[in-house]
């Protein structure tokens, strides 16, 4: 019988068939999976304790940051506890038999349109966007229109019984989705030494070159910042917020030095979590 206990649930945002389905099935094999409407229901789902962990994707190599996301992680009171690198393999779906020229528009979320852009446009297909890749999918499935695809995963393709009619379809042969682990506990007991990640978010006080400062703490202390990204606040100009990662561990001696620098040019300041770095990043790296 399938254990759908919370404690072996995993939350993820969209349809059955997702990339964000796929990272949490590489992550958790033997867990669960819950899909979920938006990235609000995914979080509170772990929130209201129905599920273990929420898999989200935060940043593409390609299309760059989910932006919806970083408006949402200020508010939740989860902790990033991992990360997973997917390489995006996109295929261009449609109801079996159909041809390549038979497709004229290809439905699909904007990031995944984006990175297929220049391939659609030399195949002269348009491009409409959907709720998400696998949503799309289904989408098209139900209309069996010849005339219309989707772009989304293999595995969308063999939930909804669509035929892949052209593969890799995406621009950059590097596309590669960074997905993170939410969790309502942080991580215990994390070993010093081991490659760490480190989490957080912050807004300087509005005064000259407090930002600099800032940056300046981790320079000194030869800390490794690699994402460091700014938003707006309310729609208020000064009301600038930064979300950070760093290569560390809080309890290494550069690190404190650097977040105590760090809190004195700062009104708020929150670590969002610390965690294994994964294996895609250490052999990239190396």
């Known amino acids: 019988m399938t254990n759908r206990s919370a404690d072996n649930l995993i939350s993820f945002q969209g349809e059955p068939g997702a990339y964000s389905n796929l990272a949490s099935k590489a992550l958790f094999p033997n867990m669960e999976v819950m899909p979920c409407r938006t990235f609000e229901d995914a ?155 480190t989490s957080f978010i912050f807004q300087v006080r509005n005064t000259p070159a407090a930002l600099y400062k800032v940056m300046g703490g981790f320079a000194t202390n030869g800390i490794n910042m690699t994402k460091l990204e700014s938003y707006q606040l309310g729609g208020e100009i000064s009301a600038t917020q930064f979300y950070a990662d760093i290569e560390g561990h809080p309890d290494d001696i550069g690190v404190k030095n650097a977040f105590e620098e760090l809190e004195f040019f700062t009104d708020v300041f929150r670590i969002l979590g610390s965690y294994p770095q994964s294996q895609y990043r250490i052999d990239k790296r190396e």
């Open 43 to 197: 979080l509170a789902s772990v929130d209201e304790k129905k599920v273990k962990y929420a898999v989200i994707p935060i940043e593409n190599s390609v299309a760059g940051r989910v932006a919806d996301i970083h408006y949402l992680i200020p508010h939740s009171s989860l902790h990033i506890v991992g990360e997973y690198f997917l390489r995006i393999n996109h295929h261009l779906l449609a109801i079996p038999g159909t041809k390549l020229e038979d497709v004229k528009i290809v439905r699909s979320h904007e990031q995944a349109l984006g990175q297929c852009r220049k391939t659609l446009d030399s195949l002269g297909i348009s491009r409409e966007v959907y709720a998400d890749t696998a949503a799309a999918a289904k989408h098209v499935a139900e209309l069996s229109d010849p005339s219309i695809g989707a772009i989304a995963s293999s595995l969308a393709g063999e939930i909804y019984g669509l035929e892949s009619i052209k593969k890799d379809i995406e621009d950059a042969s590097h596309n590669t989705t960074r997905f993170v682990v939410f969790s309502r506990e942080p991580l215990k007991d994390l070993p010093l030494g081991a490659p760490t990640m």
